[in-house]
């Protein structure tokens, strides 16, 4: 690939996956001649035999769910077999469940040729969603036989209207339903959706329908067991794969490190180097990125350097786009339309993409950073070479575990299988959410203790709340008139804060409490398709922040820290030579203040304390497990006579060095994120001794499972966590096994195993090794500054960074030991760099671009006087203006 050509030295392993050839089946022998017929008319001769399997299993009426590849015709799959039954019988209605918006838009116009090839007479469809014209959705209601719609509307607008505006109808000759991207519905989202397929349950059975589930999801350990969960019903699974697959380059980047530094390149900074050269080698793309704030960063990183600036020809800015939540939908629309028209070539993109959203044919993904899970890998990787040609996909390695532990074992990614998506369908806060629902759309009755197994303690505190009445032997619900729009289906937590534009008052995104606190926070810059927002003041009462447009060269990132407190345990277990805890913890987070790191060298400008601490506390699940002694003490303190010369301020973070290769463990096993999980340190004291206990907790209000599956599967975590550190190919330590180059992993590993067998403590001092790294030299070399200003100055203007067209506007400059002298011809500039800190930030930029002294330092030669005749004449006209 001939944008990889001055990148070679980053790509540390290479994987081909080879084509794959399509294997066919003939047309099923129940397939209607008609739809035979439509399928031949466009240039469908055979199905793949996936396709054949599952439309012969559907009439078998089983539900199904179906893991094929991306891009392997799984909508046409489940497409067959309920357009058949709806030519059968046009009352048939099936609904489609997609995860977002922009999902069922798009797989409306993917099905919109089968609807113009039959007919309105025959066969009806609309997207049901919250930007639905009145009038279609009364059009939907009435006609359509299939519904395209997502759990939001599920939730608020069929199941507490199930006997209002036609619904009932709907109900009643309900025969389908498809839930697509089944593995987006995990955490939150998965309990909030199993919970409502519950509800939705209890309506058809009210209208005597059974409707028949067909599913499909990405590759994941536990397909069968997660429908199950979702929709209640037995699930039989459908992964052999009929559909063909071009060939597939992989290419593992580690960035480089800085010589004469200790830190490496972040993957951001390397994605705004090889996204420019993807688009001049007219290579389309979708980088995808962990976090809104990466996204944006890079966004603007790269259109700098894609702007007109003499190097380049023209600006090519305008052919990159970022694409994220928090962008309005019509925002979110034009993008995606620009880029299946070829208006642009590359999208930045969250895992918002990850779903297959049509936007053309792209040849490259661009990981920034590992996602977190082989599923999300596969997904994202997925999305490039989907119209039959070879793609490639980047994966940029972050300073992370996970990333870092690719670095040293490839195969790892390549050679495992996928993990389990956890849900937990009876988390008490949104089980008791969905009862109130429940009981507002039928009354409840004891048949849905079923479905519902808090609900004989619900129910008492919904009466004495007086939101129930008990009327023959069942009970009523006479609480407020719409229970379902209490809660997000998405997140837990209901305190939703606002971003506002001070200039002309439009909200610019919504957001969580506790991302709100990290990113919204007073002095933050938030960052929007490219332009920056500084926050004035965040309003926590009002839950509303002011932010004003500006033009900085930096951004912020908050600075947050966690403590746990335990509240009652619910089960415990011996665990080898200590003991397990199950239940309720109470986790605090509190964000403390921010750092600004500057665009393009991404150095740090500073921290700022906030004025006060931003907090938030809730109430969820943690197992925690108790450290044996003997591991506690040394982990505490030099232990005497163990002939180890390691500092001793290193042993308190050996605590930290087991949880976090517990917790990664515990993600590997669960299939959650950082988000979903999180780890602290519990201490606890009584009049006899004082313990410590590794906590893993849910990251969410009331829990949603992943604790309490590490809980059942805690001693299988405990040997994946040695097999992490011990299979680790570094030799003493490394942030992919323990997180820390600092730590030596044989004391961490002699911990793990302490847990089941009493071990003498390892002696010696680490010497740390870790994945291959790439050094690289900075360009430019300080003695040689005077003579390749011109040079240093042309380079500094494509690179975009803020200060670069004021020291291309500096036309000589002169070495006077370890000063660089510039030489400018008014003194005011020199005042005015002296301005917030800009000789600072403009020291930073030439430190990241050339060799410098330790002593490096800016100084100013400037001519006496500015020019005062034309100071004058301003002066004069400024008279004129404003008398």
Partial sequence: ?????????????????????????????????????????????????????????????????????????????????VVQEILKNPMTRAIFVYPTKALANDQY??????LDYFGKNKIQAGVYDGDTPVNER????????????????????????????????????????????????????????????????????????????????????????????????????????GSPAPEKHFYIWQPPMIKGTDYPVSPA???????????????????????????????????DKLKYDGTNVQDYSHLISGYRGGYKPKERKEIETKMVNGHLKGLVSTNALELGIDIGSVESTVLVGFPGTRASFWQQSGRAGRSGVGSSTFLLLDNLPFDQYIGINPEWLFSNGSEN?????????????????????????????????????????????GELRSENG?????????????????????????????????????????????EIHQGAIYLHDGLLFQIENLDVENRVAYGLPMDANYYTASHSGTTVVKIKDFKEDDIGRTRQHFGDVKVTESVTGYKRIQFHNHQNLGYEELAKPLIKSFETEGVRILIPKNVDILFRKLVPNQGTDIPAQFWKTYFGGMSYALLNATLMLTMATKEDVGTSMLEESNEEERTTS?????????????????????????????????????????????????????????????????????KGMKVPVAAPQVV?????????????????????????????????????????????????????????????DNIGKLKNMINHYVNTPKDFAIEFETAQKGNVATRDKISRRYSDLTN
């Fill in 109 to 114: 116009r993917n099905i919109q040729p089968l």
């Fill in 776 to 836: 690289i030299e900075k360009k430019f070399e300080f003695l040689h500054l005077q003579e390749d200003w011109s040079k240093f100055t042309r380079f500094m203007k494509a690179t975009g960074e803020y200060l670069s067209d004021f020291l291309a506007s500096v036309p000589a400059v002169r070495i006077e030991g370890s000063t660089l002298m510039l030489i400018i011809d008014n003194p005011f500039y020199k005042e005015w760099m002296n301005e917030s």
């Fill in 694 to 762: 590794i906590c893993i907790y849910d990251r969410y209000i009331g829990g949603l499972g992943y604790a309490e599956k590490a809980f059942d599967h805690f001693a299988e975590i405990i040997q994946n966590a040695r097999k992490m550190v011990s299979g680790c190919k570094c030799n003493e330590g490394c942030p992919a096994c323990i997180g820390d180059y600092n730590l030596d992993k044989a004391i961490v590993l002699w911990g793990l195993e302490n847990i089941f067998e009493q071990l003498v403590p390892p």
């Fill in 421 to 465: 998506a956890v849900v937990d369908t009876n988390n008490l806060f949104i089980q008791l959410a969905h009862v109130r629902a429940a009981a507002a759309e039928i009354p409840l009755s004891l048949d849905d203790i079923a479905m519902f197994p808090q609900l004989g303690e619900i129910v008492p505190v919904l009466i004495k709340a």
């Fill in 474 to 518: 069942k009970f009523t619900w006479i609480g407020p008139s719409f229970p379902a729009g209490d809660f997000s289906l998405r997140n837990m937590d209901k305190e939703r804060y606002k971003l506002v534009n001070k200039i002309d008052a439009t909200v610019l995104t919504e957001m969580d409490e506790l991302q709100a606190f990290k």
């Fill in 269 to 303: 900074q390397e994605a705004t180097e090889l996204l420019p050269e993807l688009v001049m080698q007219d290579n389309s793309f979708i980088a995808f990125c962990k976090a809104r704030k990466t996204v944006e960063v890079i966004l603007k990183e790269a259109r």
């Fill in 1 to 81: 690939m001939e944008a990889l050509n001055q990148f070679n030295d980053r790509i540390i392993a290479q994987k081909v996956t080879p084509e794959r050839k399509a294997i066919y089946r003939s047309f099923p022998n129940r397939l209607l001649t008609s739809l035979q017929d439509y399928l031949k008319e466009n240039k469908i001769k055979h199905l793949y035999s996936h396709q054949a399997e599952m439309f012969d299993t559907a009439l078998d009426r089983k539900n199904i769910v179906i893991t094929t590849s991306t891009a392997s015709g799984k909508t046409l799959s489940f497409l067959l077999p």
């Fill in 138 to 241: 009364s059009r939907i209601r009435n006609s359509a036989n299939i519904i395209l719609t997502n759990p939001e509307m599920i939730n608020t607008a069929f199941s507490p209207n199930h006997n209002n505006h036609g619904f009932n109808f709907i109900f009643s000759n309900l025969k389908y339903v498809v839930i697509d991207e089944l593995h987006t519905y995990r955490g939150t989202f998965g309990s909030h959706l199993a919970n409502l397929m519950k509800r939705f349950n209890r309506i058809c059975t009210y209208y005597h329908s059974s409707p028949q589930f067909l599913c499909s999801s990405a590759t994941i350990a536990n397909p069968v067991e997660l429908a199950e969960k979702i929709t209640g019903k037995p699930f039989i699974l459908m992964d052999q794969d």
